[in-house]
């Protein structure tokens, strides 16, 4: 028996381990929704078969291999921007030009004194201190402050325009299409990603070199 729990131990380290790895994460520190289902299922897999000594550990292995096996799928369906923003959900406006944006608290479930907290934690003590505040998709936010340099915004991921955040920036595709042309990538498909600051202008990197080695800083006008 104390063999068979040890084994079944061992399995399951490796399993989440090698999950973790074909998953693409190398930490935890940032859970979407998808990570905190996948890691109650992981949790409850493990334990429901090591502390069940009739179950054999090969069920075990069968269960991490269709797991894993549905996660990948589901990764690869996440391209597509609806079902992204279905799984993954977006982030969202708290604060924009230092006004609450009172539909996204409603929608979100959040009063003001936790967005008070919110904003201690990150060394905020008046509203008076910033401009933007937004709540990402992993229940952190990020806060612009007033008088910093202004924001960037990814306008392209992996060769997906990124609709949200142009509407975010105030731009649209034609607009960032136009100025991909004048950079000189037709395409956007084959970009890995391009961020946009205002008043500096465009950081692309093509999908040819995703490490960033050849990365292009492009400074073109933000108008």
Same mark, same amino acid.
């Given at each position: 028996m104390y063999l068979s729990i040890a084994i079944k131990l061992l399995v399951g380290m490796l399993g989440v381990i090698f999950f973790l790895r074909i998953s693409g994460k190398?930490?935890?520190?940032?859970?979407?929704p998808l990570d905190s289902v996948n890691s109650f299922v992981?949790?409850?897999?493990?334990?429901g078969v090591i502390y069940n000594p009739d179950t054999p550990v090969w069920y075990l292995v069968f269960a991490f291999a269709v797991w894993t096996a549905a996660n990948v799928s589901l990764r690869y369906l996440m391209r597509f921007h609806r079902i992204r923003r279905a799984i993954k959900g977006d982030s969202v406006m708290l604060v $924009?030009?230092?006004?609450?944006?009172?539909?996204?608290? !409603?929608?979100?479930?959040l009063e003001m004194e936790q967005f008070r907290t919110m #904003?201690?934690?990150?060394?905020?003590?008046?509203?008076?201190?910033?401009?933007?505040?937004?709540?990402?998709?992993n229940g952190r936010i990020t806060i612009s402050r007033r008088n910093e340099p202004p924001e960037s915004y990814l306008l392209v991921n992996g060769g997906k325009v990124m609709?949200?955040?142009?509407? $975010?920036?105030?731009?649209?595709?034609?607009?960032?299409? !136009?100025?991909?042309?004048?950079?000189?990538?037709?395409?956007?498909?084959? #970009?890995?990603?391009?961020?946009w600051t205002p008043g500096r202008g465009f950081y692309i990197v093509p999908l040819e070199e995703p490490d960033g080695r050849d990365a292009a800083k492009e400074t073109l006008s933000a108008d």
């Amino acid at each position: 028996m104390y063999l068979s729990i040890a084994i079944k131990l061992l399995v399951g380290m490796l399993g989440v381990i090698f999950f973790l790895r074909i998953s693409g994460k190398t930490q935890m520190a940032q859970l979407t929704p998808l990570d905190s289902v996948n890691s109650f299922v992981l949790g409850a897999l493990v334990g429901g078969v090591i502390y069940n000594p009739d179950t054999p550990v090969w069920y075990l292995v069968f269960a991490f291999a269709v797991w894993t096996a549905a996660n990948v799928s589901l990764r690869y369906l996440m391209r597509f921007h609806r079902i992204r923003r279905a799984i993954k959900g977006d982030s969202v406006m708290l604060v $924009r030009d230092r006004r609450l944006v009172m539909r996204e608290f !409603r929608r979100n479930g959040l009063e003001m004194e936790q967005f008070r907290t919110m #904003l201690r934690e990150n060394g905020i003590f008046s509203m008076f201190d910033v401009d933007d505040v937004r709540f990402e998709t992993n229940g952190r936010i990020t806060i612009s402050r007033r008088n910093e340099p202004p924001e960037s915004y990814l306008l392209v991921n992996g060769g997906k325009v990124m609709e949200d955040a142009l509407e $975010r920036s105030g731009k649209g595709k034609r607009w960032l299409l !136009r100025h991909l042309r004048q950079a000189g990538y037709p395409d956007a498909e084959k #970009l890995f990603c391009v961020e946009w600051t205002p008043g500096r202008g465009f950081y692309i990197v093509p999908l040819e070199e995703p490490d960033g080695r050849d990365a292009a800083k492009e400074t073109l006008s933000a108008d």
